[in-house]
């Protein structure tokens, strides 16, 4: 049974101020734990369900036990903010050429061996967090700096889901969107409401192989495949998905083959499916970085299953890069890198060549942010 912060007589988080613990940051009380029998609290957010005894903190780092309750040791806290281009998380059809402000905390709940953020995903260390800011705070700025959007990116928001739903809320009451970058992860109990308040999503398939998930995350392939069936057939979220080739992992054609049938079928032709370039990094220096030719080849095996919007990143390819009608194959958005080059689309998204619509969230010309990266403070 889940166990929700009212269940358990804790205090909800909008009639409480944050207090301050010193050495660790901002406490507050959760969702989605449940007391054992044997005196242990169940962590219920993620499938890892850790299970912790006074004072010991889940593998995310973040969610820890405290006075017999789970809580969330970072809320209010961000390792830092940055305005990027959409583009960059990547969503290529969620109003296209914006700017998105982005930020993240501490912690991860997976254990990837790859990760090209490891230095706050897998930070053990509160320094690392250096910005602080109110869930208010952070649509303001979003506001100011003309962003339509806030996304949790840079770590999995699924671990800080307290702080991202109070920041969603926040959000939506000043017409700002939000997006969640993710790996998915998560248990049929918190699915739901994670998602509750979340305007779009990227979701992370690492790879299509529980082998992979095993050996190489810690983790398991089914929750991910869970949550995207539920993001297909239980919620409005606009989504799109990652797969990060990495040589000799995840790149076998059989693999993507057997992943671009399971998104047609399971989840329909018409989910953008973003194939990306790994890059040497943490503890996978000696593995070498993904060819070029090998997302080629990916993305014509996801387009022979039948996939409508397949494109390749982390390189420079204008052709793989941009979106063609799938009907008249004129190219509608022309993008280099994270730089719109081309726009040929009506006001509700439809291509001007012959009219055929195209999936995703448009809002009539699009925006001109192009590749900027600014980073700033709350």
Request: glycine share 8%; proline share 7%.
């Amino acid at each position: 049974m889940t166990v929700d912060a009212s269940e358990s007589a804790l205090p909800s988080l909008r009639d409480t101020a944050p207090p301050a613990v010193s050495g660790t940051g901002p406490i507050v009380p959760t969702e989605f734990w449940r007391r054992l029998p044997d005196g242990r609290v169940q962590c219920e957010m993620c499938p890892r369900f850790c299970k912790l005894k006074e004072g010991a903190r889940g593998l995310c780092f973040v969610r820890a036990r405290q006075d017999d309750a789970i809580v969330l040791t970072t809320y209010g806290r961000s390792s830092g903010f940055c305005v990027d281009p959409i583009e960059k998380k990547p969503l290529n059809h969620f109003l296209p050429g914006t700017p998105v402000l982005s930020f993240g905390t501490a912690g991860c709940n997976l254990a990837c061996n790859f990760c090209q953020n490891h230095d706050i995903s897998k930070s053990r260390e509160m320094d690392r967090m250096q910005a602080e800011a109110s869930p208010d705070a952070i649509a303001d700025l979003a506001v100011k700096l003309g962003c339509r959007s806030v996304a949790f990116t840079y770590n999995d928001p699924v671990i800080f889901h307290e702080y991202a739903q109070d920041i969603a809320l926040a959000c939506r009451q000043r017409g700002v969107k939000t997006v969640a970058v993710t790996a998915g992860y998560l248990t049929d109990a918190a699915r739901p409401a994670f998602f509750r308040n979340i305007d779009a999503a990227n979701v992370d398939l690492k790879a299509f192989t529980e082998r992979f998930y095993r050996d190489v995350t810690k983790s398991e392939l089914e929750p991910v495949l869970d949550t995207l069936r539920h993001l297909k057939n239980e919620t409005d979220v606009w989504f799109e998905i990652t797969n990060l080739i990495i040589p000799g992992q995840n790149d076998d054609p059989a693999e993507l083959e057997a992943m671009s049938d399971w998104i047609a079928r399971d989840l329909g032709p018409d989910v953008p499916l973003h194939f990306t370039a790994f890059h040497p990094d943490y503890r996978m220096l000696d593995t070498q970085a993904t060819p070029h030719a090998t997302l080629a080849m990916a993305r014509r095996i996801a387009r022979k299953a039948g996939l409508r919007y397949v494109y390749v990143g982390n390189v420079n390819d204008l052709g793989r890069q941009s979106t063609q009608c799938p009907t008249c194959g004129d190219r509608v958005i022309g993008r280099d890198w994270h730089q719109l080059s081309e726009w040929r689309l009506d006001a509700d998204g439809a291509c001007l060549g012959c009219g055929t619509g195209i999936p995703g969230v448009f809002d009539g010309a699009p925006g001109d942010w192009g590749r900027k990266r600014l980073p700033v403070a709350v």
